[in-house]
Every structure is written in C-alpha cells, then in structure tokens.
C-alpha cells in the first residue's frame, strides 16, 4: 500500500486548508483511512478518521473545525480544515488500515501504512 499526501502549506489564523490522501495498491474498498499530525517535539496524535461505510472520529482539538471524506473512488481521503489555529501547525500523515476496529480507531499503532506527511503551518 502506498500513500500520498498533499495540500499542506502556509495559511494565516483563520484560513482554511484541505489535504488530500491518495491510496494505491490498497485492495479492498472497506478501508479506514485517518488523519494523523505531530507538532514539532511531540508525539503523533490522532486527527480524524473514516470508517467504512461512513462514520466518521474526529479528536476534541478539530471537531467541529476539521471535515473528514472520502472521494468518490474510496481510494482517497480529504480533510477539510477550517478555521485553522497556530496550535493546528504540525505535519499531517495519512494513514489506512484494513483491519481495525472501532475501538483502535486513535491508536497509531492500528494503522499498518503511512503516508510521508505534508506541512501545514499556520501563521499568527
């Protein structure tokens, strides 16, 4: 499996910013495919998710800010993030895992690929 990351950049606080995850390789439609992000100096920590058919997870630091979906292939995931903060600066890693259950789902440890991570930064 492999995945690719994109959209990441420089954004003032406020503004708004969607990244996209290609996934290749990855058989199988009933995926779960997350966000992950890890601030400079920190552990990786969970962002959102998408759970096949459609539920989606979201941390309490993004709910209500950040929008998980998928595209119309299921093969490709989106985050729409709105009304970005300073503290949302981190690098953001897709990930994608085939076997997990609902209760793994903020575990980085259940996700079996990765992509290589896209920067976003947000300026105060």
């Known amino acids: 499996v492999q995945l690719q990351a994109s959209g990441g950049g420089l954004v003032q606080t406020g503004g708004s910013l969607r990244l996209s995850c290609a996934a290749t390789?990855?058989?199988?439609?009933?995926?779960?495919m997350a966000w992950f992000r890890q601030i400079s100096g920190k552990e990786r920590e969970f962002v959102a998710a998408t759970m096949w058919p459609g539920s989606t997870y979201y941390s309490d630091s993004v709910k209500d800010r950040f929008i998980i979906s998928r595209g119309n292939t299921k093969d490709t995931v989106y985050l729409q993030m709105n009304s970005l903060k300073p503290e949302d600066t981190a690098v953001y890693y897709c990930?994608?895992?085939?076997?997990?259950?609902?209760?793994?789902?903020?575990?980085?440890?259940?996700?079996?690929?990765w992509g290589q991570g896209t920067l976003v930064t947000v300026s105060s």
């Open positions: 990930a994608a895992s085939s076997t997990i259950i609902v209760g793994q789902i903020r575990s980085r440890s259940a996700y079996s690929s």
């Open positions: 390789r990855f058989t199988g439609s009933r995926k779960t």
